[in-house]
């Protein structure tokens, strides 16, 4: 079985701070984890993916995140926040290695950038 | 590439009518999901296409919902009769897999519909 946890509801941030969003998962075998953004009345929208290699990702927008097989976390990171990053993210984990193709979605996290 | 397309955006209905949602996926790609976002449930998949075939209804609600894709362009979901319980935003996603390798490509959704059942 595969699940992921977002354990914060909410993060806010001043603008030009560094912000992280917290994730972390379980799976049986090697995960594949991605980041979603959800901006209001609109549909999810891919940030980045770990499959395999380097810990840290980058995607879009300036948004990188970590991978760590011991802690089984995949945090969001960005060193400095905009106030148009405001938005609602969602982490999503499918195991990888033949697994599910199916992914499972975090709660999601509501990110408050704040000037 | 215009992304995947949903019709309606919005829909307001009386309980008892029959709905339907429809999704037209990105050309190319051969899995399409579809989920439900509410405020207490968050995002729920309802259904997965693989191919136009279902894999997986496990998450469909009930027998009041059915989801259908005739081809690879085009995807309903239909809810008969609807319920004030129904009232959420449904999302159409769609992907590619690679059969015979660990695909891992990522989702593209659509806009959403936000269905209003009165």
């Known amino acids: 079985a595969q699940s992921v946890a977002q354990p914060e509801d909410q993060v806010k941030v001043a603008e030009g701070n560094p912000l992280t969003v917290k994730c972390t998962y379980s799976?049986?075998?090697?995960?594949?984890l991605f980041w979603y953004v959800q901006y209001p009345n609109r549909g999810l929208q891919f940030l980045l993916k770990y499959i395999t290699g380097d810990n840290l990702v980058k995607g879009s927008y300036g948004f990188e995140a970590e991978f760590n097989k011991s802690q089984t976390s995949f945090h969001l990171k960005k060193p400095s926040a905009l106030v148009s990053d405001s938005a609602l993210y969602f982490c999503a984990v499918r195991e990888g290695s033949g697994g599910s193709y199916i992914p499972t979605f975090g709660r999601g996290t509501s990110l408050i950038v704040h000037p | 590439d215009a992304g995947v397309i949903q019709s309606p955006r919005h829909e307001v209905t009386e309980m008892g009518q029959e709905v339907t949602l429809r999704c037209k996926p990105i050309?190319?790609?051969?899995?399409l999901f579809w989920y439900r976002q509410t405020m207490m449930r968050g995002l729920e998949l309802l259904i997965y296409f693989n191919n136009n075939v279902p894999i997986d209804d496990s998450g469909m609600p009930e027998d009041r919902f059915s989801a259908k894709m005739p081809n690879a362009s085009f995807s309903t979901l239909k809810i008969q009769p609807s319920e004030p319980r129904d009232s959420a935003v449904y999302f159409c996603?769609?992907?590619?897999?690679?059969?015979?390798?660990?695909?891992?490509?990522?989702?593209?959704f659509g806009p959403g519909t936000r269905l209003t059942v009165l």
């Open positions: 050309s190319g790609h051969n899995s």
């Open positions: 996603a769609s992907s590619y897999r690679v059969w015979g390798s660990y695909s891992y490509n990522e989702q593209f």
């Open positions: 799976v049986s075998g090697n995960p594949y």
